[in-house]
């Protein structure tokens, strides 16, 4: 990808209408749950973009289905 180290930065587009600010937010937002956006592209196969997150390990946030069906409605597919 050409410009590959300035896709990360605020209003940096390769669009004529972007605005530059998708990946920078999204790269903020996971960061600041405690995890990391990995990306890789090989010129003429394409890009692989991972998002990774930490589990959560302690029972308070973990939220079963049987807690979460008292408060909402799940839809099963």
Same mark, same amino acid.
């Not at 940096?12 to 995890?35: A, D």
């Not at 956006?37 to 973990?62: A, H, M, Q």
């Given at each position: ?7 990360? /930065? ?8 972007? &605005?530059? !600010?998708?990946?920078?937010?999204? +790269?903020? $937002?996971? %960061? @600041? ?9 090989? /010129? ?8 990774? &997150?930490? !589990?959560?390990?302690?029972?308070? +946030?973990? $939220?079963? %289905? @049987? ?11």
């Amino acid at each position: 990808i050409d410009n590959f180290e300035k896709i990360f /930065e605020p209003f940096f587009s390769t669009k004529q209408n972007g &605005l530059g !600010l998708g990946l920078s937010m999204t +790269k903020r $937002v996971i %960061e @600041e749950h405690g995890g990391k956006v990995d990306i890789n592209s090989i /010129e003429g196969l394409g890009t692989d973009v991972r998002f990774i &997150l930490p !589990l959560s390990k302690t029972e308070e +946030k973990l $939220v079963n %289905e @049987e807690n979460l069906s008292e408060k909402y409605e799940l839809f099963h597919i």
